[in-house]
Nanobody, 122 residues
């Protein structure tokens, strides 16, 4: 039982940066593995990044490795996604998610945020 609210999306130029935030309420955030997912129109939802309950392990899709960084601050009940060197193909609705599974996947989240739009112009 955790509620998630994303913020920080918007319009950016290619090569720019954006930081997404996910605020959690309800249960203790450290109970959950956390992740960021995205979905573009007409495409399937994909996981872009995940982070373990204690923040000790992170994982990324090949398309964002070296450009995106996921982090969490359990004391503040916050999860972040720092996105650098943005490309037009990064444009999508980005969702924050929480899972009781050790590793979060597209099938494992117990809770989803409402999503925030990221649009990268060329």
């Amino acid at each position: 039982q955790v509620q998630l609210v994303e913020s920080g999306g918007g319009l950016v130029q290619a090569g720019g940066s954006l930081r997404l935030s996910c605020a959690a309420s309800g249960r203790t955030l450290s109970t959950y593995s956390m992740g960021w997912f995205r979905q573009a129109p007409g495409k399937e939802r994909e996981r872009v990044a995940g982070i373990s309950r204690d923040g000790g392990s992170t994982y990324y899709s090949d398309s964002v490795k070296g450009r995106f960084t996921i982090s969490r601050d359990n004391a503040k009940n916050m999860v972040y996604l720092q996105m650098n060197s943005l490309k037009p193909e990064d444009s999508a609705v980005y969702y924050c998610a929480a899972s009781t599974a050790v590793v979060i996947t597209t099938k494992s989240p117990n809770s989803w945020g409402q999503g925030t739009q990221v649009t990268v112009s060329s």
